[in-house]
């Protein structure tokens, strides 16, 4: 008789845990906005490019994206769409460093459930996405 062990409570729980998606082409915006994630006691994964985000949510769905605006290829727009037709129930959450007119944040925030601009106002941003996350345990954040 062969006895199979279920595997590790560490790893199911790493593989099912909600998670937020970061997408931004400026790699050290992505590491900073990992590390703020993290530290607030939310698992995140980070993709450099739009496509490598569908890619990612093809393979696990994210419980929040956070992208920026302007990305070559497919920009947070495109993504945005994407995500809409595919995934309506994910919150999305837009960073940029564009200056805006009145008139294109109106169109911007129909899309997004949030728009911060670069750089993002931490605490802001934090409290936002704490209300998109599931409860999690424990706290890092006062």
Known sequence: ???????????????????????????????????????????????ESASQAVAICDRRRPQVVVTDLAMPNLDGCGLASWLGARYPSIPLLLMTGQMLDARELVDLRRRFTAVFPKPVDVDWFLECLDRLMPAHGFSSRP
């Open 1 to 47: 008789m062969t006895l199979t062990l279920a595997p590790s409570f560490a790893a199911q729980s790493r593989t099912q845990q909600p998670y937020v998606l970061i997408v931004d082409d400026h790699i050290s915006s992505l590491k900073r906005m990992s590390q703020i994630i993290e530290r607030a006691g939310h698992a995140c994964e980070t993709a």
